[in-house]
């Protein structure tokens, strides 16, 4: 300090300077040097509380915080805020986030780090008793977290498959007609610890309600593949089947139960099967011409002879006038929502020469005839239901419970904010996805 004061005093006008050290100029001049030294420590004090790495007390790291929009959780300490906030700090810094980035967040919002990344189509054994064997189709880009001891997984998947409905109310006259647009398929293929699995496509649930009138025997028509699904049932007023094509399972909802005396097919069984697939020989959509399956998986079994194969000119093995004979082989049953645009319609059962289907009468496939229905005898409504994809959107899968307090908010207004614009961002809970996935498969 000597030195210091000394530095000051030899800038002091020469009449105080006189007297040397015995002026009272040199007190003077050491009290300034001290006020300097004071502001001098404090200014590097205030200098490294700006600084993130030197920072140590929380309000100073939650000021550094407040420029990227961060708070500190209630949980969080010093050091741990700090990392969270160098670690979103290098993310922001690099533009929109890719799928690997968005993990990364999700890690800070758990509290942890990303320790390994499987990209699409890439596979892992990991562990020794038991192997689990972790797998990513080509839309799924997965991440092994770590917190201290604890290990867990989350996932970016691009385009979650998500439930979609339209509903579709009858026209004055009766009619009911409707189109569905469906992006892509609705199961993604991949080797699994069994082998290779196609894509499937999203085969739709469709309920048919009944109005203030009767509707006898539904037939759906999908008029783009002349594919056609009759249900077996008479369905009094008020009533509601569910039609579930995933499963071929044929289900009273609401109201009075349907009829299943009615439409029969050799053999009888108790009024015939629930549902009947048939191509659609159709002339005019007024009549069909088409053949039972009892397809599990979508595998035709059974067929009527004297009919047309599905999708060839071939007539099937001739056998005894009436019969049920069994296929040659496993006939593929397509799905009947494919991608793109498909048209619908709704036609009803009617006998051969046009007159009405008494609900407890017994008719031969054979002499059933479709009509379009009307006021008198159409449903008043369909619902319909099917796993499709949405192009433009993905989902973030992690334990919600790894994720307590305004932790996943947090990373639900982060992953927002770093998306790419123009994509949609769906929460988990909004597709058909499970959080199963993350545990990877024991083998």
């Known amino acids: 300090m000597p030195l210091q004061a000394d530095a000051i005093f030899r800038h002091l006008p020469p009449l105080l300077r006189k007297a040397g050290p015995e002026t009272p100029a040199w007190p003077l001049s050491r009290m300034l040097v001290r006020t300097v030294s004071d502001l001098e420590r404090t200014g590097k004090e205030v200098l490294r509380a700006h600084f993130l790495d030197d920072a140590r007390d929380l309000v100073d790291l939650e000021k550094l915080g407040a420029v990227y929009r961060m708070s500190p959780w209630l949980e969080e300490d010093p050091a741990a805020y700090r990392a969270r906030l160098k670690l979103m700090i290098g993310v922001y810094t690099k533009g929109a986030a890719t799928a690997g980035r968005l993990l990364t967040v999700a890690a800070a919002a758990a509290g942890g780090e990303v320790t390994g990344l499987l990209y699409p189509q890439q596979h892992l ?5 038991p192997v689990k064997l972790y797998l990513t189709d080509r839309f799924t880009t997965y991440a092994f977290l770590q917190r201290e001891a604890d290990q867990f997984g989350a996932a970016v998947v691009d385009l979650p498959p998500v439930l979609r409905t339209l509903t579709v109310d009858a026209a004055p006259d009766g009619t009911l007609e409707w189109q569905v647009e469906n992006d892509l398929f609705g199961s993604v293929g991949g080797w699994t610890p069994d082998g290779w699995v196609d894509d499937t496509w999203p085969d739709p649930v469709i309920e048919i309600e009944a109005g203030a009138v009767p509707v006898p025997f539904p037939i759906l028509v999908q008029r783009n593949l002349r594919r ?24 009273d909802v609401s109201g009075p139960a349907s009829l299943m005396t009615g439409l029969i097919v050799p053999p009888a069984e108790a009024g015939g099967p629930d549902l009947i697939y048939g191509t659609g020989a159709l002339l005019g959509e007024s009549a069909v011409s088409g053949h039972p399956a009892v397809p599990p998986a979508h595998v035709l079994r059974w067929y009527l002879p004297g009919k047309v194969l599905f999708g060839t000119d071939q007539p099937l093995v001739p056998g ?56 008198a005898t159409g449903p008043a409504k369909v619902i319909f239901t099917w796993e499709g994809r949405q192009l433009g959107t993905f989902t973030m899968l992690i334990d919600p419970a790894r994720l307590p307090g305004a932790r996943r908010p947090w990373l639900e207004e982060q ?29």
């Open 125 to 129: 054994w990991a562990g020794e008793s």
């Open 228 to 251: 056609l699904v009759l249900v077996n049932r008479f369905l009094p007023p008020g009533c509601r089947v569910r039609v579930d094509l995933v499963n071929h399972v044929l289900t």
């Open 320 to 375: 005894p006038l009436g019969a049920v004979v069994p296929a040659p082989g496993e006939l593929s049953w397509p799905s009947l929502l494919g991608d793109g645009t498909s048209h619908w319609r709704l036609l009803v059962g009617a006998v051969l020469d046009g007159g009405p289907v008494a609900p407890n009468q017994l008719l031969p496939l054979a002499k059933l005839r479709a009509v379009l229905p009307t006021a």
């Open 415 to 443: 992953i927002r904010r770093l998306k790419l614009a123009g994509i949609l961002y769906l929460p988990w809970e909004e597709t058909t996805l499970t959080l199963d996935m993350l545990d990877g498969q024991l083998v």
